[in-house]
């Protein structure tokens, strides 16, 4: 099973609409949950965190379910310029890797 | 807002020369990380530095590749007699306080080898 597993899409949506994407992790361990965000051909950003309450940051909503081992991130009123591929980053120490471990990412394409 | 600087953007070489790809971290950042994605693949973790050694790299790190920080600025990657499937956008980043804090990225430099 992959450390780290997201489904590739494409999700193709139109504008305003609501998009959800889950992302399931092997390592129960894990302590550290963020959602990046990809440009084509661009280095990754630091969208979210994702806290085990759940947080929130404007459209955005991140939620994580440790029983589960599941982090979903949510989209509201989606934009064109959302049209980005969203990367599931979790941090799994007790693997003895302290660095970052990156899902494939989620293709969103946001439509007019 | 602080950003990761990385050079060159865009590096060709040809296959069997060695190349040398630069990184400027985040001034008060104390941890580095090289990551590689290859055309439509995932970022993979090469290696992590803090306090002037290795922290922990991973088995795509072999005795090809190598990190140095020469002074306080530079972060640099070297890949010795590159292969053609070297060829991937190499990605540096920093964290002030770790992994489990997240990381900024620079914006990569592509490299090409023919």
């Known amino acids: 099973r992959k450390e780290v597993e997201q489904d590739p899409g494409p999700f193709n949506v139109p504008e305003g609409a609501t998009v959800a994407f889950n992302c399931t992790y092997s390592n129960s361990a894990s302590q550290s949950f963020f959602w990046y965000r990809q440009d084509c051909r661009k280095e990754p950003k630091l969208l979210m965190s994702v806290y085990s309450s759940g947080n929130e940051d404007g459209r955005f909503t991140a939620q994580l379910n440790r029983a589960s081992q599941y982090i979903s991130l949510l989209i509201r009123d989606s934009k064109l310029s959302d049209s980005a591929t969203y990367l599931c980053v979790v941090n799994i120490p007790a693997t003895g890797r302290r660095a970052l471990t990156f899902g494939s990412g989620t293709r969103l394409q946001v439509q007019p | 807002e602080p950003e990761v600087t990385q050079t060159p953007s865009h590096q060709v070489t040809q296959m069997g020369q060695e190349v040398i790809l630069r990184c400027v971290p985040i001034s008060n950042h104390l941890y580095f990380y090289w990551y590689r994605q290859i055309l439509g693949q995932k970022v993979e973790f090469l290696v992590s530095?803090?306090?002037?050694?290795?922290?922990?790299k991973s088995e795509i790190f072999d005795d090809q590749f190598s990190v140095e920080r020469p002074d306080g600025s530079n972060f640099t990657l070297k890949i010795r007699s590159t292969k053609l499937e070297d060829s991937a956008m190499y990605f540096c980043?920093?964290?002030?306080?770790?992994?489990?804090?997240?990381?900024?990225f620079g914006s990569g430099t592509r490299l090409t080898v023919v």
């Open positions: 980043a920093s964290s002030e306080r770790g992994a489990g804090y997240g990381y900024t």
């Open positions: 530095f803090y306090n002037n050694e290795i922290s922990e």
